[in-house]
């Protein structure tokens, strides 16, 4: 089981984290049929198979050139082949949440941020807070405003499949966005000043991401690491090291056996140890 940090513990409890699901999470869901989500790399496979030739995306991908794939499939497809195709993987197949859901749902965290373009995790969250969880995207004008009230509030930082057109997916839609909805990321930079961020289910190679933790660290070198669970010889330790330097990271291992189960486990156990300390803290009336 993952031995979770007292510090990060502390601000799960009082509210001060932000948790962040990357595609890892919806990986544990499955559809009625059995159905798993592709991984980033297994979509733009996928996808190039249609091209001819094809064998210049393929490469681009094994080098995990993700946006540049991205565009050069979307170009070659069409836009709105690419955007069915979207609709086929992320919407039309029903994917049903999985327990790991429910457990980062029970750490009731304020603000749940995600990159996924998927909707599992704020359709569980709303249907269990009756409907009361704001969500919110990168293009909406009003997130700072619902982040100052206190309600709960999922932010979708490259969209949503119910809005395709509006989705940050390829290289120019990821360079668009920093331009066009600078207020946002600002907002972004804000919260990585004032809370710990958890990453659950994250690579380390989202644009957006890196440039914001990277930009952080170096204006603010002695502020206090955020997290990320990653299972183990996902990276060499020296590279590992490397990210935690740049980017004011702690690297929290695991092992990535029977489907992650030690994370899906461990999660569910930071829930009963993030309420103990909460007890704890109503009792101390130290929030």
Known sequence: MISWPSALVSDIARRRCVIVLGAGISRNCTNPSGRQPKTWEAFLRDAAKSLSPRQHVTALISRYDYLTACELIKQKLGRDAFIAMLRDEFLTPGYQHAPI???????????????????????????????????????????????????????????????????????????????????????????????????LGCGTNDPDLKLLFEDVFFRHPHSRKHAMALPRRALHNDVAKIVEETMNLSIIKYSPALNHQELTDSIQELGVIVENKRDELRLSGNW
Do not use: C, W
Request: charged fraction near 25%; charge should be negative.
């Open 101 to 199: 859901h429910e457990y980062i749902f029970a750490l009731d965290s304020r603000i749940v941020a995600t990159p996924n373009f998927d909707k599992i995790y704020e359709t569980m969250a709303n249907a269990s807070a009756h409907g009361s969880i704001v969500i919110k995207h990168h293009y909406d004008p009003d997130v700072a405003d619902i982040i100052r009230e206190d309600g709960r509030l999922i932010l979708k930082i490259h969209g949503s499949i119910d809005s395709p057109y509006r989705m940050i997916f390829t290289r120019s839609e990821y360079a668009k966005a920093r331009s066009e909805y600078r207020s946002f990321y600002q907002i972004l930079d804000s919260l990585a000043m004032t809370h710990t961020f958890l990453f």
